[in-house]
């Protein structure tokens, strides 16, 4: 196999998903509040979301960005507050603290991609900001127990943003279930491609009420999700703002099936990516993160830092688009990358103190290793990023 014979774009095992999505049509009511009980696909989304992750309550919604802003206005975010997240996310992250006319503070990150706690402890001091909005960048996940416990320390509420990070544990418990809220991503870049969506849960019937009327339930509709803890709901009915944020039917339709394949997926990326890692440690200047034994990862992207000097640097990430490899890369100048804070221009970023996250970033290179891949995909690209790496080595 040619490396441009390789697929990039996320795929679908089509068999399942036509199956549920003709179901979904075959009922002609694709609006979660058209079913007269708490039985829509959305609902049966769910459901399962809430059995795999092992939490009380989950909403569907349009997007992960979405289901933040919802989770973050839910736990009280208001135009005066500060939330805390860390400097390496996605850019609609902090638009969701914007979105609430609060003020995010950008935390420091160390090498391995996650928070710094000792960063988090001198801005929570320094800012006496009240709220953690924990991005699981690429899935790559902090010590838990650690800023769990700095939060109880200092009465500081967690939403967690696992939009990248469904299905990694610590210590076998789900990512997203830690704070108050946690949300995840159905967009095609994400585990489960669904086009678009976003799940919140939590275990706070109050945080899922109000996320609930939120999103665009109104009137009696909130007696068709799967919870019979109305007499909480009914406290907020016509109290909140409506967003309408909602999931329809047909998102759901396409992410049931893969919700239900979703830890032999997981197996077969570790798989892939474990196999790619191998053959790339053969170059001595390439280093892939250590991740905690505690952590049960899912590995559907490679961030690989490479110690070369910034022009071959740039020198590599052409080469490798140019052999269809369609990596990005965090560095260099000129980058308009949306996952670095100073390409952020919507923000005052001119007094924020973070020494380490730009240096954390600069070497590093971003992969995606979409679901459908195999291990012969997986053996070719390694082999021919090896191949351009040496070239590019070799005219230094
Ligand atoms: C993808 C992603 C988002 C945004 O998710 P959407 O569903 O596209 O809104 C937020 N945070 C992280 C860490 C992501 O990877």
């Known amino acids: 196999m040619k490396t441009e014979e390789i697929s990039w774009e996320a795929e679908l095992d089509l068999d399942a998903v036509n199956f549920s999505v003709n179901q979904a049509l075959n009922t002609k009511k694709l609006f979660r509040y058209q079913f007269k009980e708490s039985n829509s696909l959305v609902n049966i ?24 802003f919802l989770a973050l206005k839910a736990v009280g975010v208001k135009s ?27 935390v420091d990150i160390n090498d391995n991609y996650v928070i710094d706690l000792k960063d988090l402890e001198l801005k929570i001091i320094s800012t006496e900001a009240k709220y953690l909005l924990l991005s699981h960048m690429r899935g790559h996940l902090c010590d838990m127990d650690k800023v769990v416990s700095i939060c109880r320390k200092y009465s500081i509420i967690l939403i967690e943003d696992a939009a990248h990070a469904l ?13 108050v809220a946690g949300v995840y991503s159905l967009q095609s870049y994400k585990l489960i491609n669904a ?25 009696k509709n909130y007696l068709l999700h799967s919870s019979n803890q109305t007499d909480i709901a ?72 490479i110690k070369l000097n910034e022009s071959l640097r740039l020198k590599l990430k052409s080469e490798l688009n140019n052999s269809n490899i369609p990596i990005s890369y965090f560095g260099g100048k000129n980058n308009t990358n949306a996952r670095l804070y100073e390409n ?32 012969t995909t997986i053996e070719n690209i390694a082999r021919v990023f090896l191949k351009v790496l040496k070239k590019v080595e070799s005219n230094s």
């Open 45 to 68: 989304l769910e459901n399962e979301v809430c059995k795999y992750v092992q939490s009380d309550f989950a909403l569907g919604v349009s997007s992960a960005t979405n289901a933040i």
């Open 80 to 106: 005066n507050s500060k939330v805390l997240i860390p400097a390496f996310t996605f850019t609609a992250v902090p638009s969701a603290v914007l979105q609430c006319g609060a003020e995010p503070i950008l």
């Open 167 to 179: 299905g990694v544990k610590w210590k076998g418990k789900h990512a997203g279930t830690f704070g």
């Open 195 to 219: 086009g678009e969506g976003g799940v919140l849960v939590t275990n706070d019937p109050e945080v899922f009420w109000k996320s609930v009327f939120m999103s665009g339930s109104y009137e």
């Open 234 to 305: 009914e406290k907020y009915i016509n109290q909140l703002p409506i967003f309408n944020v909602r999931m329809n039917n047909l998102t759901a339709a396409i992410a049931i099936p893969q919700i239900h394949n979703i830890e032999s997926t997981i197996d077969k990326i570790n798989e892939n990516y474990i196999r790619f890692s191998e053959i790339l440690d053969s170059n001595k200047i390439i280093c892939f993160p250590q991740e905690s034994s505690l952590i049960r990862a899912v590995r559907d992207s490679a961030q690989i830092r």
């Open 344 to 375: 952020w221009k919507f923000l005052d970023i001119s007094n924020a103190v973070l020494p380490n996250t730009k240096r954390n970033l600069e070497e590093v290179f971003d992969l995606r290793l979409p679901t459908h891949f195999t291990i």
